[in-house]
Every structure is written in structure tokens, then in C-alpha cells.
């Protein structure tokens, strides 16, 4: 499994949250299957999206695209750190 973490903040929580939710289309066509939305609690407009992906090579080509960082400006994205990551292991306790 492949999976995505992003951190980043935002500048107004609603306004990101809703061109988010425009581009689930967008994100489930890529191969996006699962998402997490978190945030700081000390900072709401700290917000990280763990997500679950159909391959790494499809969660990179969506996350840099040139449409998908016009959508990130227009959001109000402020610095996103993009961590790729592999499942190796996993269970239930």
C-alpha cells in the first residue's frame, strides 16, 4: 500500500476544506482511496491529510500537477510538506 502525510497550513480552514471537497472527484480519478483530515489542536489552520493511495508513481503525479498546485494556491496552502510513504506492516490491538 502506498500511502501520502501532508502538513501544511492553511490561511482560512472553510475556505480550503471547501475546494478540498470539490476535488474529491479529482483525487478518487487519481487513485486517492482513503483520506484522513487532522489538524493541530493547538492550530486549527495546521492541517495534515493522511491518505491511502492505488501507487506512490499516481499520488505524486496528482500532487504535482501543474492544475493541482493552482488549486493549492487558490486555497490558500501555505508550504506543504509531501511525505511518500510504504506500507510495511500493519494490525489491529
Partial sequence: MSYVLIIHEVVDYDAWKTIFDSAAP????????????????????MIVHYSRWSS?????????????????????????????LEEIE???L
Fill in 56 to 84: 506512490t508513481a499516481a499520488a505524486k503525479a496528482f500532487f504535482e500537477s501543474p492544475k493541482l498546485i493552482k488549486m493549492r494556491v487558490a486555497s490558500g496552502v501555505k508550504s506543504p510538506e509531501f511525505i511518500y
Fill in 26 to 45: 479529482l483525487r478518487k480519478e487519481a487513485g486517492e482511496q482513503h483520506y484522513q483530515i487532522l489538524n493541530y489542536q493547538k492550530d486549527p489552520n
Fill in 90 to 92: 500493519s494490525g489491529t
